[in-house]
């Protein structure tokens, strides 16, 4: 196991190394700087001279990457050029809005999209498995940004159940400790706030869900057909053992493999969900962040950004191999 | 309808999550929501983050909304009108040149941290910003200080302006005397900028033991401008507390404040960037009132009883000429056919917000120097094709660029607004070329080089003057407009020579008069940005430049 | 000669009887998948969808009774008292922000939306192919050497597959600037990883396979075993996969559309566009919105059905 | 009195859009308490499907079975689907053909042995613990303990059979199922398998019933042999007279195409010609005439009758059989 995560970090370091080569051909090649972006009409050439000057953006990409080289061992990715802050306090800022709401998504997608996809597996034909299959077709094809659109106007502004936008009510009196809202409330004693976070999450995860639900419930759905089928389960009926057991450990336990390895790389088109549902509902998490940078030529968080996303890839990765090496034992041994 | 509302609320949210939570807070939420009449915060959502605490290192109006209420500066504008009135001074007055500037302070005004204000104080902050060194020279960083005052003592980018300060001096313990080296337009005017507001001579030395530069290639603000604490100003609300993670900042009333003080408790700034959310946000009742309500939401927010007052008209939206893009350009029968087949009227009827207005000089009719007897171009496709016609260029075909994903205060829906001016040109025969480009920077940059022969622009007026305006284009040779026309350049910097603000207003109505003339590009409209109250607020009175002082509103 | 006549029908009577059993062994792989996909209801509909979309898209201007940037009805709407014409004769779908036929725009928005998919989808595929092809030579035939190569271009594609596709596409569209074949490309790039990782795949797989052993006993040239044994025998995902990205490739255009990406020319309408820019008016004139957006849907339902069905159809595993 | 006995079993598979194709096709046959009955024939020919129908394994839909097969009294086709459940494992138990496929990856061995004690014998946690060692031990798996919580595929492929078989004999139940044991395992194995399993039914005094398309196993093992073609029986005698005197021309065959010591040198093998997918229909004649040598114009009117044209309970389905030519030249 220790070997596996060691190993796992150490391939991490070219790929950083490569990566950010990459990404640096690639900034050299976006027009306009930052300067023009923090003046807006007030600009004048002079002006974006002296503070591309300030920035040291006047210098070649080289000397400007071996500058970000010295600073990445001393693992400080630079400051946001649009918040004047530094790159980790502004990620450490974001990232728990964005990572609460993805994994109440990923939560949502999980509790609803496997039963369902083993039911629609277990009554093959039957109107469950079509409800199930063509709800999770329209939640692919069903434009994100759309959908959250229409849960904002119908849930919050007609029907007014949920809040509009943001993360708590404002005036709540809530103490940040993690930086997950929720997580706070919990651990502060502040259920109020912590409720109110839920309360604020509800819609956007939602909106968030629709593609994972739908990746998740297909996932299950034919991993579960293709166990059915396999002779263990029919040794296990041949036992004459109890429905209960038979799903549980023989299909179920054997399906998710799978369904797992599914759910590790829905991370990136979660990131890509969140860049649009926290548009739409003022989330205030990484998504949106990321977009104004590269709006407003950010190089340090765009970079630092890439950089870190690759971490959470590889980290996730991890995860989902030690999840996988607990389930199946045949990977364990090797 | 709150009522239902948090019961529903209440049991939706109990199918999600424990229910013992549930009942704990939606308790707590009833007290919230039912009590609106003892409420006692006041959420106002911008449309961006501010930038600093400090307003003397900002320039833009989301960092200015919230210094506003903290900090005064010595003159300051008529609440909701445009005209200049005593703020910290009582009173001022200047020498006929206008370089020495007298101010009479208003006496027993205290900053938030107990310090009292005087002249020492007045001179403590110019000449804490006229000293400034590094990165706080960049414009990024000190833009206002440095169009008001020129550069510093020591200027470090041999680029920087060349300081136009000379000295302030405290003449008594009431009355500061500020000099600067040659007559400015931008003087008086400038006094009343927030940027120049004044801090506690206590913050000040705070200040100073901060430096705004870093290591890494970015400008780092100072911690003292990101969070409360440190600043403290004289207005009628003191910061508390700056949340980035919910961008919230939030304010509370200065009991010691020398004038009224402020009727609301506790003041919160929001940020909301889609203004679609702003207005649902309203609706759904998240906030009390959004700035930049967008002109489709006005008659719906107004028909659901909601409050959105009308701003004076304080900006100016323009179609710009570049005529080193398109040297067709350098023939006024040319300019004045794009003029004439531009149907303004129809812009203002269906696309720009209530309270809009057909402009007919580079300067909105609110100004001091606005001309009655510019040369009109009245919309007429006709006249515009036979202009071509006489300038031989039938076939014009040109480049025009517009912005995308922005707003802005004069130009609510830039492609809008662009495919309806095509529209037009098209129907005087000129063949458009479309050039969609982001903002920033990519469209500003394009628009300042001169490189988009069309490109639609504006201005918001950072205080009532008229040289704010016209001098920010027309002063000399500029790339965006690539013209030399000398007559031009000479009526409108004649107004910026003289001292006396009241002296300039007639040099003003010259040069709008020649500017109209020679028609360097099109004024299209001036167009207050909309702003939008709940239903049970009494708002402020809402300002021509948006210089809203929150401590006027109050909950009904 | 009698037991000459018995004998022969005795023969006739079997062969007969014979054909009354059907004999089932030797169908190929492909029949048999064509069969399910024929047999398959799933396919139909999209197969359906599909045919209406493309005819639309083909015709679409022809029958459009206006001209798509034509703001005929210019002052009869006031987007900003949020006043709008809804469904009235002669303007089926209303009118726009800027008093032009939705109508009319839709139709040939058809055909934008259309080319927008189809193109980027073939950037993705061409250029994703070209990545897939060489790692999964190299992988399969290139020996140690050839494993390295494999493993270093499969990195990446593992981490432009974990950089958020829309995020990698607005940093395209960023470096590109704004243009109709900005957002292919920019879409298109998106698709790359997913070409490249499944093209290579089922190339090891193949690689893997008996004939292909059998080809290299017989010492083949590498290149043709690549390109006669492995290629076709590996072409099946990536067919169904054109077919799933078709349906991505247009969603995503929508979302570079909202997010002020799309195609920013207003004489060739497209549905992502539309939908974002009446998004907008939501609340003012919902149907604005749905037009575009029941449009996208639609056609993205159609190619994710027809492409899962060929999908199952090709894959045995999920037959029951 | 026969512990099970099946009477004309008929399995169809009925999918939409294509023909139902008879897998079974009316099968009869006994099996009495601690008898090996065997099932012989070539793959296809109905004989797994036949143990599949009698555990009630085939899937609920597209298959149709008729006839009726009496176990104990209870006919196993029509019974209830719980009580079903509760006789499979504990009185009426199946040993599969391939022990990796056949058994859970993820599951260690040990669990899948405890939870039938659990569920037919009501043993928990210890006890059912050192029930299933002991069980691993009577199979002749070493270190039983240690295997419990090993996994299948950290088994050898005999031991993996052992498990299987560990596990049908769990509930030392009244009949067992083995559909081509030995089958995917090489020939010492085959030969322990088959040994361990005379043994249990010795013992035990269980009932097997054998389903292998190998004669050797069948010559080995079983008291009485069905010989199936086409879904159909053959010739159904006893182990014996089968091997003595092969009567259906397909028997014979099958007989005749295995090598044998006791035939004179030089004389060739006789392979039966063409395969089992050349046939016809047992309604319309025999289903084996397109292959036989010796089939007639009756062999192709309707289905040939069970006869006894050699021996009392020497049943051949055959219209002109292969007979002793002494007798042959009296009929004539």
């Given at each position: 196991m220790l070997r596996l995560v060691v190993r796992r970090l150490l391939q991490l370091i070219p790929t950083l190394l490569g990566l950010s080569v990459l990404l640096f051909l690639w900034l050299d090649r976006l027009p306009g700087g930052p300067a023009s972006a923090i003046l807006g009409e007030k600009a004048t050439e002079a002006e974006v001279a002296r503070i591309n000057r300030a920035l040291g953006l006047d210098q070649p990409v080289y000397v400007q990457y071996w500058r970000f080289l010295k600073r990445i061992f001393e693992l400080d990715l630079g400051t946001s050029t649009q918040t004047g802050q530094p790159v980790w306090d502004e990620f450490a800022l974001k990232f728990p809005a964005t990572v609460e709401l993805s994994i109440a998504a990923i939560l949502i997608a999980v509790v609803i999209g496997i039963p369902l996809g083993y039911l629609a597996a277990k009554r093959r034909g039957g109107w469950i498995d079509v409800a199930s299959v063509s709800t999770s077709l329209v939640g692919i094809c069903i434009p994100v940004f759309f959908l959250a659109i229409l849960l904002r106007s119908v849930f919050s502004v007609q029907l007014g159940l949920f809040p509009a936008s943001g993360r708590l009510t404002t005036g709540i009196n809530a103490t940040e400790v993690t930086g997950f809202a929720v997580l706070d409330g919990l651990l502060t004693g502040e259920l109020d706030a912590s409720w109110d976070a839920i309360w604020h999450l509800i819609l956007p995860a939602v909106a968030l869900a629709s593609i994972?639900?739908?990746?998740?419930?297909?996932?299950?759905?034919?991993?579960?057909?293709?166990?059915?089928?396999?002779?263990?389960?029919?040794?296990?009926?041949?036992?004459?053992?109890?429905?209960?057991?038979?799903?549980?450990?023989?299909?179920?336990?054997?399906?998710?493999?799978?369904?797992?390895?599914?759910?590790?790389?829905?991370?990136?088109?979660?990131?890509?969900?969140?860049?649009?549902?926290?548009?739409?509902?003022?989330?205030?998490?990484?998504?949106?962040?990321?977009?104004?940078?590269?709006?407003?030529?950010?190089?340090?968080?765009?970079?630092?950004?890439?950089?870190?996303?690759?971490?959470v890839y590889v980290f996730i990765n991890l995860l989902v191999d030690i999840a996988y090496s607990i389930i199946d034992p045949r990977v364990r041994v090797h | 309808m709150r009522i239902t509302k948090s019961r529903v609320a209440r049991a939706i949210t109990a199918a999600v999550a424990v229910g013992l939570i549930a009942t704990g807070c939606s308790s707590e939420r009833d007290a919230d929501n039912e009590s609106g009449g003892d409420k006692d915060t006041f959420v106002f959502a911008g449309a961006g983050d501010p930038g600093s605490l400090d307003p003397a290192l900002a320039s833009d109006g989301?960092?200015?909304?919230?210094?506003?209420?903290?900090?005064?500066?010595?003159?300051?504008?008529?609440?909701?009108?445009?005209?200049?009135?005593?703020?910290?001074?009582?009173?001022?007055?200047?020498?006929?040149?206008?370089?020495?500037?007298?101010?009479?302070?208003?006496?027993g005004v205290k900053f938030h941290d107990g310090e009292a204000f005087n002249a020492a104080a007045v001179c403590a902050n110019y000449d804490h910003w006229f000293n400034w060194t590094g990165t706080y020279q960049s414009s990024a960083v000190s833009y206002y200080w440095q169009t008001i005052m020129g550069g510093f003592a020591k200027n470090e980018d041999k680029e920087a302006p060349e300081a136009n300060y000379k000295s302030c001096t405290a003449k008594d313990e009431n009355t500061a005397v500020i000099e600067v080296k040659k007559p400015s337009a931008n003087l008086p005017g400038g006094f009343s900028l927030n940027a120049l507001a004044i801090h506690s001579p206590k913050a000040i030395e705070a200040y100073k033991k901060q430096d705004a530069s870093a290591k890494g290639d970015a400008i780092t603000y100072p911690k003292y401008s990101q969070e409360?604490?440190?600043?403290?100003?004289?207005?009628?609300?003191?910061?508390?507390?700056?949340?980035?993670?919910?961008?919230?900042?939030?304010?509370e009333r200065f009991d010691d404040y020398w004038g009224e003080k402020a009727k609301i408790k506790n003041l919160v700034f929001r940020t909301i960037s889609d203004e679609q959310t702003r207005r649902q946000a309203l609706e759904a009742g998240d906030i009390d009132g959004y700035d930049l309500v967008a002109p489709a939401d006005v008659k719906t927010l107004e028909d659901k009883g909601f409050g959105v007052p009308t701003r004076g008209v304080f900006n100016l939206f323009y179609l710009g000429m570049s005529q080193s893009a398109n040297p067709a350009l350098k023939k006024k029968e040319v300019r004045?056919?794009?003029?004439?087949?531009?149907?303004?009227?129809?812009?203002?009827?269906?696309?720009?917000?209530?309270?809009?207005?057909?402009?007919?000089?580079?300067?909105?009719?609110?100004?001091?120097?606005?001309?009655?007897?510019?040369?009109?171009?009245?919309?007429?496709?006709?006249?515009?094709?036979?202009?071509?016609?006489?300038?031989?260029?039938?076939?014009?075909?040109?480049?025009?660029?517009?912005?995308?994903?922005?707003?802005?205060?004069?130009?609510?829906a830039p492609q809008d607004l662009f495919e309806l001016m095509k529209a037009d040109l098209e129907k005087a025969g000129i063949t458009v070329t479309p050039k969609a480009m982001k903002w920033a920077p990519d469209y500003l940059d394009a628009t300042e080089a001169g490189s988009c022969a069309l490109h639609m622009l504006g201005w918001t007026g950072d205080f009532n003057d008229g040289y704010n305006f016209i001098g920010t284009w027309f002063a000399g040779f500029d790339k965006q407009w690539g013209f030399k026309d000398q007559k031009v350049f000479d009526a409108v910097n004649a107004g910026s020579k003289l001292g006396k603000a009241e002296e300039r207003v007639a040099a003003y109505e010259k040069a709008n008069e020649a500017i109209m003339a020679y028609l360097p590009g099109v004024p299209i409209s001036s167009s207050p940005p909309a702003i939008a109250f709940g239903k049970n607020v009494n708002p402020p009175n809402v300002s021509p430049l948006t210089q809203e002082v929150f401590a006027e509103a109050s909950f009904k | 000669m009698t037991t000459v006549t018995k004998k022969a029908d005795k023969i006739d009577r079997l062969a007969e009887l014979m054909q009354t059993t059907e004999v089932t062994s030797g169908a190929s792989l492909w029949r048999e998948a064509m069969r399910r996909l024929r047999a398959s209801k799933m396919a139909a509909i999209g197969a359906v969808v599909i045919a209406a979309f493309v005819v639309i898209a083909l015709i679409g201007p022809w029958i459009a009774p206006y001209a798509p940037t034509a703001q005929t009805w210019r002052g009869d709407v006031f987007p900003n008292r949020g006043e709008f014409v809804g469904m009235r004769s002669g303007n089926w779908f209303g009118l726009d922000h800027l008093g032009r036929d939705v109508f009319s725009r839709w139709l040939v928005g058809a055909r934008q939306t259309l080319l927008v998919g189809v193109v980027s989808m073939l950037i993705g595929l061409v250029v994703g192919a070209l990545i897939g092809v060489c790692s999964g030579a190299a992988a399969t035939l290139g020996g140690r050497a050839g494993q390295r190569v494999d493993t270093v271009i499969m990195r990446f594609t593992d981490i432009m597959l974990s950089l958020p596709s829309l995020l990698l596409a607005v940093s395209v569209a960023a470096v590109l600037g704004q243009s109709l074949t900005t957002v292919m490309i920019a879409v298109g790039?998106?698709?790359?990883?997913?070409?490249?990782?499944?093209?290579?795949?089922?190339?090891?797989?193949?690689?893997?396979?008996?004939?292909?052993?059998?080809?290299?006993?017989?010492?083949?040239?590498?290149?043709?075993?690549?390109?006669?044994?492995?290629?076709?025998?590996?072409?099946?995902?990536?067919?169904?996969?054109?077919?799933?990205?078709?349906?991505?490739?247009?969603?995503?255009?929508?979302?570079?559309?909202?997010?002020?990406?799309?195609?920013?020319?207003?004489?060739?309408?497209?549905?992502?566009?539309?939908?974002?820019?009446?998004?907008?008016?939501?609340?003012?004139?919902?149907?604005?919105?749905?037009?575009?957006?029941?449009?996208?849907?639609?056609?993205?339902?159609?190619f994710t059905l027809l492409g899962e069905a060929m999908r199952e159809a090709l894959d045995p595993k999920l037959r029951g | 009195m026969a512990l099970l006995s099946v009477d004309e079993l008929s399995v169809t598979f009925t999918a939409k859009g294509r023909k139902d194709s008879i897998a079974v096709d009316g099968v009869s046959f006994d099996v009495a308490e601690g008898q090996v009955v065997g099932l012989v024939g070539e793959s296809g020919c109905g004989k797994s499907v036949t143990s599949l129908a009698l555990m009630g394994l085939l899937p609920a839909k597209g298959?149709?079975?008729?006839?009726?097969?009496?176990?104990?009294?209870?006919?196993?086709?029509?019974?209830?689907?719980?009580?079903?459940?509760?006789?499979?494992?504990?009185?009426?138990?199946?040993?599969f053909q391939d022990p990796l496929s056949s058994l859970n990856p993820v599951v260690p061995i040990g669990v899948q042995i405890t939870e039938i004690l659990e569920r037919h014998r009501g043993m928990k946690g210890e006890a059912a613990r050192k029930e299933a060692a002991h069980l691993l031990d009577r199979v002749g798996i070493p270190d039983p303990a240690r295997r419990l919580k090993e996994f299948p595929h950290q088994l050898s492929g005999g031991m993996r059979q052992r498990a299987l078989i560990a596990m049908a004999v769990a509930c030392a139940p009244r009949m067992l199922i083995a559909d081509e044991p030995t089958t995917a395992l090489d020939v010492t194995i085959q030969a322990q398998i088959l040994e361990l399993l005379k043994e249990l039914v010795d013992q035990e005094g269980t009932a097997l019933l054998m389903i292998t398309h190998d004669l050797g196993v069948v010559a080995g093992l079983c008291d009485e042999v069905n010989v199936l073609y086409a879904g159909r029986a053959v010739e159904s005698a006893g182990r014996r007279d089968l091997f003595t005197y092969p009567t259906h021309p397909y028997a014979h065959g099958l007989l005749g195409s295995i090598p044998r010591l006791d035939a004179p040198r030089g004389e060739p093998l006789r392979p039966i010609r063409g395969s089992i997918n050349d046939r016809i229909a047992w309604a319309d004649g025999c289903a084996f005439a397109p292959r036989c040598d010796r089939y007639t114009m009756e062999c192709l009117t309707g289905t040939p009758e069970l006869t006894e044209p050699r021996a009392a309970g020497h049943q051949v389905r055959c219209v002109n059989p292969v007979l002793p030519k002494s007798k042959a030249e009296v009929s004539a």
């Open positions: 994972p639900l739908a990746v998740i419930v297909r996932m299950t759905r034919a991993s579960v057909l293709e166990v059915l089928g396999e002779d263990y389960v029919r040794t296990a009926e041949s036992k004459g053992l109890e429905k209960r057991v038979v799903r549980g450990r023989h299909v179920l336990r054997n399906a998710l493999l799978p369904v797992i390895t599914a759910i590790g790389l829905l991370t990136g088109s979660l990131l890509s969900g969140a860049v649009l549902t926290e548009s739409v509902f003022d989330f205030g998490g990484i998504g949106s962040f990321i977009r104004t940078a590269i709006d407003g030529r950010d190089y340090p968080v765009l970079v630092g950004f890439i950089l870190f996303i690759a971490m | 989301e960092t200015f909304r919230v210094t506003r209420q903290a900090f005064e500066a010595l003159l300051e504008h008529e609440s909701g009108g445009t005209k200049l009135v005593g703020g910290l001074a009582e009173t001022w007055s200047s020498n006929d040149q206008g370089t020495v500037w007298t101010f009479n302070l208003r006496k409360a604490g440190t600043v403290a100003g004289t207005g009628p609300y003191k910061i508390k507390k700056w949340n980035k993670g919910n961008k919230e900042v939030t304010l004045q056919a794009i003029a004439q087949a531009i149907d303004k009227e129809n812009l203002v009827k269906t696309q720009l917000p209530e309270g809009g207005k057909v402009a007919d000089q580079f300067m909105p009719d609110t100004i001091a120097g606005y001309s009655k007897n510019v040369t009109k171009y009245p919309f007429d496709t006709a006249a515009a094709k036979g202009l071509l016609k006489k300038a031989g260029e039938e076939k014009l075909k040109i480049e025009f660029c517009y912005p995308t994903e922005v707003t802005r205060p004069y130009m609510p | 790039v998106v698709q790359i990883p997913v070409f490249a990782r499944l093209l290579r795949g089922s190339m090891l797989v193949q690689g893997g396979s008996d004939y292909v052993l059998a080809a290299k006993a017989l010492g083949l040239r590498k290149r043709r075993i690549v390109l006669t044994q492995i290629l076709p025998n590996s072409l099946s995902p990536v067919i169904v996969q054109a077919t799933l990205s078709l349906a991505t490739a247009i969603i995503e255009a929508a979302a570079l559309s909202y997010l002020g990406l799309g195609n920013p020319d207003p004489a060739i309408p497209e549905w992502g566009v539309m939908l974002a820019q009446a998004q907008r008016f939501f609340d003012n004139e919902p149907m604005m919105a749905v037009y575009p957006a029941v449009g996208i849907i639609i056609t993205a339902l159609g | 298959v149709r079975i008729g006839g009726r097969a009496v176990f104990d009294g209870q006919d196993l086709l029509t019974m209830s689907p719980q009580y079903r459940r509760d006789i499979r494992g504990s009185q009426l138990a199946m040993i």
